[in-house]
């Protein structure tokens, strides 16, 4: 249940930040778009053993994003955070970013331990920058089966990452 929770986070955090800070133009307001993106996901967590029964979680977390925004607009006319606070949310930002960051980087080495050391080996040399052929070349295979290999490695890692592909 966490670790569902956990791969939601991540994959909508970076769309919640872009949706909060289009609410807060005002500089002022700019630091609001953090603790909105915070709130939400806390309102997030609270439902999380109802999170299956919503079709899109990621559509959810928007329109709580976007209420939670309307909030802090309605009540930034009457209130102002001191410069401390200011700071406060801005190192706790910092570091909320650090451990998202961490734990997105355990998520992905887990994930690609659970690769065959073939295509594991073969996905990385791919995402260093090396060409099919150059691949094949340093693995003894040919460019076709050193492609085919490649994208079952991206097929099992994103199962087992729990990602689903959009369809067109």
Not at 122 to 145: F, H
Request: charged share 25%; proline share 2%; hydrophobic share 40%.
């Amino acid at each position: 249940m966490q670790d569902d929770f956990q791969h939601i986070a991540i994959a909508i955090r970076p769309r919640l930040i872009s949706l909060c800070r289009s609410f807060f133009d005002r500089q002022e307001l700019a630091y609001d778009a953090e603790d909105a993106v915070q709130e939400t996901l806390m309102r997030l967590w609270q439902m999380r053993n109802r999170l299956a029964e919503y079709q899109s979680p990621e559509a959810l977390a928007v329109r709580i994003a976007k209420n939670v925004c309307i909030d802090i607009l309605k009540q930034a006319g009457t209130q102002h955070d001191s410069l401390d606070n200011m700071v406060c949310s801005i190192a706790s930002t910092q570091s909320d970013y650090m451990a998202i960051a961490h734990d997105t980087e355990r998520i992905l080495s887990h994930a690609m331990a659970k690769l065959p050391a073939t295509g594991r080996r073969m996905l990385i040399m791919r995402g260093e920058g090396m060409t099919m052929k150059e691949i094949a070349a340093v693995c003894n295979a040919t460019p076709t089966s050193v492609k085919s290999m490649i994208c079952a490695a991206r097929k099992q890692l994103m199962t087992t990452l729990n990602i689903r592909r959009k369809r067109k």
